[in-house]
Nanobody, 123 residues
Framework: QVQLVESGGGSVQAGGSLRLSCAVS????????MGWFRQAPGKEREAVAG????????WYADSVKGRFSISQESAKNTVYLHMNSLKPDDTDMYYC????????????????WGQGTQVTVSS
């Protein structure tokens, strides 16, 4: 029903920046929530940031506040995660997710997930 395609991951040195993109296509439902999550092998999934795409605000994990920001480009059905001042602890697979209704920080409320894009931050 909904296809999400992430891009923009890569390798960067600590202190650097990356921008992740999540393009929504083939959507047969009305998406109200978009979020970014991250997970490393053997670790629990962590919510990073989320946005109500029809207005209503954003949410950020404490670990990324002041460094990451989420934005959208409605004309392209794309949500971005701007990551600045990256740290080695930010190394993870990052996933984009979408839902009709959700609490932005609760991954269990997202229905659609992308394939993930790897972010690696070296010290």
């Amino acid at each position: 029903q909904v296809q999400l395609v992430e891009s923009g991951g890569g390798s960067v040195q600590a202190g650097g920046s990356l921008r992740l993109s999540c393009a929504v296509s083939k959507s047969t439902v009305i998406i109200n929530c978009m979020g970014w999550f991250r997970q490393a092998p053997g670790k629990e999934r962590e919510a990073v940031a989320g946005i109500f795409v029809r207005g209503g605000g954003e949410w950020y994990a404490d670990s990324v506040k002041g460094r990451f920001s989420i934005s959208q480009e409605s004309a392209k059905n794309t949500v971005y995660l701007h990551m600045n001042s990256l740290k080695p602890d930010d190394t993870d697979m990052y996933y984009c997710a979408a839902a009709e209704f959700c609490k932005l920080w609760d991954g269990n409320e997202y229905d659609y997930w992308g394939q993930g894009t790897q972010v690696t931050v070296s010290s």
